[in-house]
């Protein structure tokens, strides 16, 4: 350990380089179920340095043998997690514009009309990661995005009227998709498949996801794991113009957002659809 007179730059470096990569870990993990299986290790780890202080034999032994199993136990039990950290360092920064002003116009247009019929709809906006797994499990489209076609794809009873809408740089490019569902015994638990689906989209990749109830009839927006307020036709068009060109990460940085009331859909019954 050099000591003050002797630190140079390279260990200076050194410890800004650390402590970067443990606050990014602290980003990655932040909001999600891993936080709480963080403080279980930090715990963990304790019990263990202070079983070695005390030379208690048995039971360093013992938490010996369980870090090897648990080691392996958490990269089984949280392969979802370490997929969406991994995919979260390795986005791309840059910025583009490839959704037009028109499209999202549109898209807006469609949800509002949507939600006026209590219509439900679950529709997915590409950014930095792509979606193409998720497209490969519905039908594959290549159309404009218009308030019609839109509002043909959700109508009831309508083939693909269950699955969500992929857009990828103002093209709809597939339908009747599967998203994968946010965890049962989450915080959105009391929500329907519909909005499950979206928040699970959104925890796994960057993209914007929009979702129509269709017992309420509200239009609100899933980004980054978390389920933002109920929206207007206003607020939906100004939050789409941020999300989209401005790269907003969080719903929280959005233009009038509240933190996402949590009380149930329609009384916690599951909506059709969604996933």
């Not at 840059?94 to 002003?101: L, N, P």
């Not at 019609?148 to 109508?155: C, D, I, K, Q, R």
């Not at 990828?168 to 009391?190: I, K, M």
């Not at 960057?206 to 239009?219: C, F, H, P, Q, T």
């Amino acid at each position: 350990m050099p000591s003050l007179g002797s630190l140079t730059l390279q260990d200076v470096l050194d410890v800004l380089l650390v402590t970067f990569l443990i606050y990014q870990g602290y980003l990655l993990v932040v909001g999600t179920r891993a936080v709480n299986v963080v403080r279980g290790i930090l715990v963990f780890a304790g019990v263990w340095v202070v079983s070695k202080v005390l030379g208690l034999a048995t039971l360093s032994y013992l938490l010996d043998r369980a870090g090897t199993v648990g080691l392996f136990a958490l990269v089984v039990l949280f392969q979802p997690e370490l997929r969406a950290a991994l995919e979260r360092v390795g986005r791309p920064r840059g910025r583009d514009a490839g959704q037009s002003g028109a499209a999202l116009q549109d898209l807006a247009r469609a949800m509002e009309r949507l939600a006026e019929r209590k219509t439900g709809a679950l529709i997915a906006i590409e950014r930095r990661t792509p979606l193409g797994e998720y497209a490969a499990t519905g039908v594959r489209l290549d159309a404009v995005v218009s308030v019609p076609f839109l509002e043909a794809l959700f109508a009831r009873n309508a083939p693909l009227h269950d699955g969500g809408v992929i857009i990828q740089e103002s093209r709809v490019v597939a339908a009747g998709c599967l998203f994968p569902l946010q965890a049962a015994d989450g915080t959105y638990r009391r929500y329907g498949t519909r909005h499950r689906a979206a928040i699970g989209l959104s925890e796994l990749t960057d993209a914007v996801v929009l979702v129509v109830s269709e017992e309420r009839g509200s239009m609100r927006i899933a980004l980054a794991g978390r389920l933002g307020p109920h929206l207007n036709g206003s607020e939906l068009r100004e939050q789409l113009r941020a999300l989209v060109y401005d790269r907003l990460d969080l719903i929280g940085e959005l233009p009038g957002a509240a933190p996402a009331a949590l009380e149930p859909e329609a009384g916690g019954k599951p909506e059709r659809g969604g996933a």
